[in-house]
């Protein structure tokens, strides 16, 4: 498989587990994904000695796969705010603080379970941070188109075809039903786990992109739901690319790279009923940066029929919504939190909107 691939290329070149490139994708504009990391050997050719890629999603933390992260950190950097490796002039290079595991990351060296790690960076970045899905926003669901971006190899079939330009590619998110029947990957996709690509093949993330952000855009922006982590070779017909579910692990990142000064007061709720519709108001924030809204099947006592069907999605510059798109025939729970990146508040208090009948 793909990670396999990786740790013969590590003997090759003297890398760390290698990373997955960009198959059959196209030149990437910098100014897109200003928050896409580059880790490489400290001190040596960031193009030559770049082995996995990463996202910036806290100025201080990065981003990407566990089998991406050596024990030996003063061996490392990551290179911040620069499309193409080779230039010198551009970006920034910062030296590693601390690397955190998933204390779950089993290093599999076919299919990781929980293959995802954070990087502490000495100081602070100036580059743009990436959101990532929230646990309940559903943004992985299957059939979304998202996009997968890094550096390095764009024939599987040969090892000197590293892009020193940032590639990137579009491709679509498949069922782990799909991703697990027997002509793929036979059951070894878990729920932490999302597969992307075409049942055809032809364009996935490859030998050097472990660590690589896989995003969705939203109406507020790019929101990271994947990492690239295994696959079996690249781009083939039926083996999807298969990435670290990020929506899974959201309490492992948050516990980690948010300091009190990240986390933004808890907002207080309330709501009102205006012609059939419930209005739902709660007090601004300072300084968030938006909110993310919950909704749920209302049940008492609180029973599976509320805890698996909870939703979100992210409001931003408002803090009032009519609720006019939730279903009149069933009662619901709601509540809300502030975000300042990827940093939350507590819940609010619960709201519950009792209209059936």
Request: glycine letters at 6%; proline letters at 4%; hydrophobic letters at 35%.
């Amino acid at each position: 498989m793909r990670y396999i691939i990786a740790i013969c290329l590590m003997l090759i070149q003297n890398q760390s587990l290698a990373s997955t490139r960009i198959i059959n994708g196209t030149t990437a504009n910098l100014t897109d994904w200003p928050w896409v990391v580059s880790i490489t050997i400290a001190g040596s050719s960031t193009l030559q000695d770049a082995f996995c890629a990463g996202s910036l999603i806290h100025p201080s933390w990065v981003v990407t796969a566990a089998h991406c992260a050596k024990n030996n950190i003063d061996n490392l950097q990551v290179v911040l705010g620069r499309n193409t490796l080779s230039n010198e002039n551009t970006g920034e290079i910062i030296k590693i603080k601390k690397i955190i595991k998933h204390p779950n990351y089993d290093n599999d060296p076919e299919n990781p379970l929980s293959d995802i790690a954070l990087i502490e960076l000495e100081k602070p970045s100036s580059q743009a941070i990436l959101r990532i899905a929230e646990t309940y926003n559903k943004l992985d669901s299957k059939d979304t188109v998202a996009t997968v971006i890094g550096w390095g190899l764009t024939n599987v079939k040969d090892k000197s075809s590293i892009s020193d330009e940032l590639q990137q590619t579009s491709v679509p998110i498949v069922s782990n039903e799909v991703c697990n029947a027997e002509e793929s990957y036979d059951g070894d996709v878990k729920d932490s786990m999302l597969c992307a690509g075409l049942a055809e093949g032809g364009t996935d993330a490859c030998i050097g992109d472990s660590g690589a952000p896989l995003m969705v855009n939203t109406d507020l922006g790019w929101q990271q739901v994947g990492i690239v982590s295994w696959g079996e070779s690249c781009a083939q017909p039926h083996f999807y690319g298969v990435y670290s579910r990020i929506s899974s692990f959201n309490n492992f990142v948050t516990a980690n790279i948010c300091t009190p000064e990240d986390i933004p007061a808890t907002p207080n709720l309330s709501l009102k009923i205006k012609e059939q519709n419930v209005i739902v108001n709660w007090n601004k924030i300072e300084p968030a940066e938006g909110y993310q809204f919950y909704y749920a099947p209302y049940s008492d006592p609180l029973t599976e029929v509320t805890l698996n069907n909870i939703n979100s999605f992210s409001v931003k510059g408002k803090n009032t919504l009519t609720v006019d798109f939730l279903d009149k025939n069933i009662n619901y729970y709601i509540a809300v939190r502030a975000y300042k990146g990827n940093c939350y508040s507590n819940f609010s208090n619960l709201g519950t909107i009792l209209w059936a009948n």
